[in-house]
């Protein structure tokens, strides 16, 4: 049973930064998508970084929504099974809960409805 778990969130002040942290299990990695999501209250989840790992060569794509490029980096550790979300720079627009997931086919990177697991999610909260 595939698990995926977030850690790493809390508050922070605008300006600051947060780095995610997304534990998977139960599965090992092949070539797949994982991405990270949040949603804010009253608003609908948002695809906004995601990783294509190549897993019979060493190169990854990354993804970005314009929300937070420039701001945001995805990152993967293969031997740990875990994806990193380095978040600088934060806004209070930022403030969500923010979740992993992961997919194994290609494209549709932001779209929820494409993705087959999900973590719990972390609340990231950023305060002006």
């Known amino acids: 049973q595939v698990q995926l778990v977030e850690s790493g969130g809390g508050s922070v002040q605008a300006g600051g930064s947060l780095t995610l942290t997304c534990a998977a299990s139960?599965?090992?990695?092949?070539?797949?998508?994982m991405a990270w999501f949040r949603q804010a209250p009253g608003k609908e989840r948002e695809g906004i970084a995601a990783?294509?790992?190549?897993?019979?060569?060493?190169?990854?794509?990354?993804y970005y929504a314009d929300s937070v490029k420039g701001r945001f980096t995805i990152s993967e550790d293969r031997a740990k099974n875990t994806v990193y979300l380095q978040m600088s720079t934060l806004k209070p627009e930022d403030t969500g809960m923010y979740y992993c997931?992961?997919?194994?086919?290609?494209?549709?990177?932001?779209?929820?409805?494409?993705?087959?697991?999900w973590g719990q999610g972390t609340q990231v909260t950023v305060s002006s």
């Open positions: 139960g599965f090992t990695y092949t070539t797949r998508c």
């Open positions: 990783i294509y790992i190549y897993y019979a060569g060493p190169n990854t794509s990354t």
């Open positions: 997931a992961t997919k194994r086919s290609w494209g549709d990177f932001y779209t929820a409805s494409a993705y087959n697991d």
